[in-house]
């Protein structure tokens, strides 16, 4: 197996954090797993601390919209794509980005932009269970 390079950027949250370069690059095995990445950005405290501690943070990368989520609440990390491994999701470029969304509406309101309106389609694509988690959360 050999090492690959994943270079990690996230969107800044505030004012104040944009003062920081938000770019981290981590070396990992070519098997990895974005669950492999989300608990080593978890271990090195990437995602920041934000007021009311309710957001959710969208893996993205060039080819997919949601790699994985994740619900700062709750602590739950959401499956965004089946296939696991970053050497199939990043394909041409480890280049990931994190999308913040400053609650779960937000977070819902973009899934159903992307369809617009066109339910039947957000269940093929299996975003109706996403959908469920952000209102879930939302009650809490």
Not at 83 to 90: D, G
Request: with cysteine.
């Amino acid at each position: 197996m050999k090492n690959v390079k994943i270079k990690v950027n996230r969107q800044s949250v505030c004012m104040a954090d944009d003062m920081t370069d938000h770019i981290k690059v981590y070396q990992l095995r070519d098997n990895a797993t974005y669950k492999t990445l989300f608990h080593i950005l978890k271990k090195d405290k990437y995602f920041p601390n934000v007021a009311g501690h309710n957001s959710v943070w969208v893996l993205t990368n060039n080819h997919y919209h949601c790699i994985f989520s994740y619900f700062t609440k709750t602590n739950h990390l959401s499956m965004g794509i089946v296939e696991q491994k970053l050497k199939n999701i990043c394909q041409d470029s480890y280049d990931v980005y994190l999308q913040y969304y400053s609650s779960p509406k937000e977070w819902k309101k973009k899934i159903e932009s992307m369809y617009e309106g066109d339910t039947y389609s957000l269940w093929r694509d299996g975003w109706l269970d996403e959908i469920k988690y952000c209102e879930y959360v939302m009650t809490l």
